[in-house]
C-alpha cells in the first residue's frame, strides 16, 4: 500500500492550488485521511482531516480557505488550497488509516509535496 501525492507548487499570495493523494495496493477499505504540513525548522502539523463518511475537520488558520474533500471510488483525497499566504509555504503530506485486503489497519504516510507562497 502507498499513498502518492501530488499538485503542489509555486504561487504568489492569493493564489490557489489543489493538491491530491491517491491510495493504492491491497486496500480493503481507507478510513480516515489527512493533510499535514511541515515548514522548514518548524513541527509537522495537522492541516485537515476528513472521515469515511464525508465529516471534515481544520486547523483554525486555514479554515474558510482550505477544503479537503475525498472521492471513495478512487481512494484519493483533496485539497484546494484558495487565498494562499505566504505562512502557507510548507511540504504538505497526506496521510490515511487503510485496512488492507489482510484486514490489518495502519497508518501510512505519502511523499510531501512543496507548496511555495510567494508575497
Known amino acids: 500500500v502507498q499513498l502518492q501525492a501530488s499538485g503542489g507548487g509555486s504561487v504568489q499570495a492569493g493564489g490557489s492550488l489543489r493538491l491530491s493523494c491517491a491510495a493504492s495496493?491491497?486496500?480493503?477499505?481507507?478510513?480516515?485521511m489527512g493533510w499535514f504540513r511541515q515548514a522548514p525548522g518548524k513541527e509537522r502539523e495537522l492541516v485537515a482531516t476528513i472521515t469515511s463518511t464525508g465529516s471534515t475537520n481544520y486547523r483554525d488558520s486555514v479554515k474558510g480557505r482550505f477544503t479537503i474533500s475525498r472521492d471513495n471510488a478512487k481512494n484519493t483525497v483533496y485539497l484546494q488550497m484558495n487565498s494562499l499566504k505566504p505562512e502557507d509555504t510548507a511540504a504538505y503530506y497526506c496521510?490515511?488509516?487503510?485496512?488492507?485486503?489482510?484486514?490489518?489497519?495502519?497508518?501510512?504516510w505519502g511523499q510531501g509535496t512543496q507548496v511555495t507562497v510567494s508575497s
Open positions: 496521510n490515511a488509516d487503510i485496512t488492507t485486503s489482510y484486514l490489518r489497519t495502519r497508518n501510512y
Open positions: 495496493g491491497s486496500i480493503f477499505r481507507v478510513n480516515d
